[in-house]
Each structure stands twice: as structure tokens, then as C-alpha cells.
């Protein structure tokens, strides 16, 4: 049986962020470790973030330093949407000197 790692509540936060598709986000919190995240199961049937379930809506979001919070003042606790996501690889950050990934890379990357 694996222990899971336990942080202190100031290791759970929410530092940067990548957009991926339809609900979904990447996002990197304090201990460096970037962690994909399915918003709409997170959502569904809860009144306050209902709303969110139209796309236009769900992305008008912001890092506030702690997490994510949406245009209206709902959010996520850190260490609930850490519990609530699974590892994924840091995504790319692309620079004007930086060659963007062929297809192969890419796929070979997320194990596809």
C-alpha cells in the first residue's frame, strides 16, 4: 500500500496554470509538481459552480496566489483539487528560441 504525500496547508497552492481543453487544466502548485485537473465532475451538482458549466463562463478565471477564482468569487480549495487530480508532465513554454514538439514527441510524452 503506497502513503500518500501529505503537504502543510501553505504547500498547497496553486502557482501557475495551463489551459488543455473543455474543463480541463493543468496546474502546478507549491512543491513543483504539475497536476491535471477535470473541472466539470468537480462542478456538477453544485450550486455555486453550476454556472461555470457553460465554457464562455468557466474561463474567466484567475491565480490569486492560493488557487484558482472564477470572475464570480467562487473557488477551489488547493489541496481539494490536488486530491482531485492526477500527475501530468510540466507542459511546454514556448519562446521565440524554442522549436515547438513534433507530433511523435508529443505523443510519446503523454504516453499515447
Not at 497536476?35 to 456538477?44: G, I, N, Q, S, T
Not at 489541496?79 to 513554454?93: A, C, G, I, M, R
Request: proline share 6%.
Amino acid at each position: 500500500m503506497s502513503e500518500k504525500k501529505k503537504y502543510s496547508h501553505g504547500e498547497f497552492c496553486v502557482t501557475d496554470m495551463e489551459y488543455v481543453n473543455d474543463f480541463s487544466m493543468k496546474l502546478e502548485f507549491c512543491h513543483d509538481e504539475w497536476r491535471l485537473v477535470d473541472f466539470e465532475p468537480l462542478m456538477k451538482g453544485r450550486h455555486f459552480f453550476e454556472e461555470l458549466l457553460v465554457h464562455e463562463k468557466f474561463i474567466q478565471f484567475y491565480l490569486t496566489g492560493q488557487t484558482l477564482e472564477w470572475y464570480n468569487g467562487v473557488d477551489f480549495d488547493p489541496e481539494y483539487l490536488y486530491e482531485n487530480s492526477k500527475p501530468t508532465p510540466k507542459p511546454y513554454f514556448v519562446d521565440d528560441d524554442s522549436p515547438l514538439p513534433t507530433a511523435a514527441e508529443e505523443s510519446a510524452r503523454y504516453g499515447e
